[in-house]
């Protein structure tokens, strides 16, 4: 899941600028019903400022990950750059311009 030093191409998403490294975010199967279903790279500088990137296309997509305080809800993960970051800090984490963001609908149970 890291990263190359390779500069993405704006061909995978409409928010991107041609040549410009940005970093990509990914959500999980269980969250296509508020997100998209392919990675997607848009500006930003931290996952908040990607969630936002995404909120026009996608409007429920904030309201799934964040709670009604602007926090990340306990049932999701994040991964940056192959590493689980902690709900509390990881939305105003910086994001290198090639980061690969996945976020996840946490499960449990056994």
Do not use: W
């Amino acid at each position: 899941m890291g990263t190359g030093a390779a500069t993405r191409k704006a061909s995978i998403s409409p928010r991107a600028t041609a040549e410009q490294p940005v970093p990509r975010i990914v959500f999980t199967r269980h969250l296509e019903s508020v997100g998209p279903t392919a990675p997607e790279v848009c500006p930003g500088s931290t996952l908040a400022e990607l969630l936002d990137s995404l909120a026009s296309e996608y409007p429920r997509l904030k309201n799934y990950v964040l709670d009604d305080q602007g926090r990340v809800r306990k049932h999701i993960a994040v991964f940056v750059d192959g590493d689980l970051r902690p709900r509390e800090t990881v939305l105003s984490a910086p994001l290198a311009e090639t980061s690969d963001v996945y976020v996840f609908q946490a499960l449990s149970g056994g």
